[in-house]
């Protein structure tokens, strides 16, 4: 059976998703329906993601995004020919949610059951949105995760280094925490660096002359709390200033290293001489409109196409999951119900990350 209608599910951290993609006659992959329920609202009271609320919603939530995402492609579950779900890594009672919907759906209308690699999907966006060729180089930055990818197929994977510590995304969700913004903390630091002063304050620029792609977050975080910390012996309080320039100072040098080692990792990509080099971007911190913009001029001093997704395809959803599915689908087999979850599951299982202190799970 030709397959052409891919039901996804995306259940691993705090964000359940059901989509449904199209693969026409010759190929093209056609988005009919994306359907994200964020969990915000439950988490914010306890400052991060808690896993056993996060997993309880997944439950919960599931069903209804299947139904959502069937009724705004007009289908019917008789419609789809196979269901694909994000089998890790994440956290473990997210992705056994998803797992168990998978299976269910899989076994009662006899269609083939795909389990994913959640950062696959974010790998292979670039694929279904701008059809990016092979191979091309890949910055996965998110609350979990932070790598460099050459994605050489849609099942190979080679990490040129990543994250020694925390992750972009948590550093950017802690440091709001500490100089009194909201969370999720990206797009509030985001909004408050615009209006400070990047130079008040110097942070440091950390493993910046380390001839490596790997990178550290979390020893700027702690200057920035130490910074904090002087203000307020000083003053009392932080005054808005305060947090503007807190929050530009911050974003600056996260800004800095991930361009910096952007450079280097392009340096490492173009020595395969690719017949068309492109520099692509994933995860919910490529949604930081100062970053875009330094990854974009080291593309193009680099003569590299800079592909950034659209913001709905940055962070994460299930058409990407879906997607990746319809692509390994031409290079292997469905899997069978001893599908397992698995919160770690590097990419590259010659270079596993290093093991960080991370909030969310699994730095793979
Ligand atoms: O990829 P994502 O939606 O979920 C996972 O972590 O898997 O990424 C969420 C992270 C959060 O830490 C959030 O603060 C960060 O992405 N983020 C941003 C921005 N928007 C979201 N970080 C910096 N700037 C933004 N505009
Ligand atoms: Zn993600």
Known sequence: MTVRTIL?????????????????????ATVLSSVVMGQNDLHAAFGGVVPEIAARAHAEKLDLCVEQA???????????DAVAVTAGPGL???????????KGLSAALGIPLYGVNHLAGHALTPRLTDGAAYPYLM????GGHC???IVHSAQSFQRLGGTIDDAPGEAFDKVARLIGLSQPGGPAIEAAALQGDPARFSFPRPLLNRDSCDMSFSGLKTAVLRQRDTLLDDDGALTQRDQADLAAGFQAAVVDVLAAKTRRALCEYLALSPDEP????????????????????????????????????????????AYAAAEQMMIRGPDDMALSA?????????????????????KA
């Not at 964000?15 to 199209?22: E, K, L, N, Q, S």
């Not at 910055?139 to 998110?142: C, E």
Request: hydrophobic share 45%.
């Open 8 to 28: 996804g599910l995306e259940s691993s951290c705090d964000d359940t998703a059901a989509a449904i993609v199209h693969i026409d006659e010759t190929g093209n």
């Open 70 to 80: 069937l009724i705004e492609a007009e289908l019917t579950l008789r419609d789809v």
């Open 92 to 102: 473990i009672g997210g992705v056994v949610s998803g797992v168990m919907c998978a």
């Open 139 to 142: 910055l996965l930055v998110s």
């Open 147 to 149: 790598q460099f990818l």
């Open 278 to 321: 492109s520099l692509c971007v994933a995860g919910g911190v490529a949604a930081n409109m100062a970053i875009r913009t330094a990854l974009e001029s080291v593309s193009n001093h680099n003569r590299t196409r800079f592909l950034p997704p659209p913001l709905s395809l940055c962070t994460d959803n299930a058409a990407m999951i």
């Open 342 to 362: 698995r919160p770690r599951w590097p990419l590259d299982q010659s270079q596993p990350a290093m093991l960080g202190s991370g909030k969310k799970g699994a």
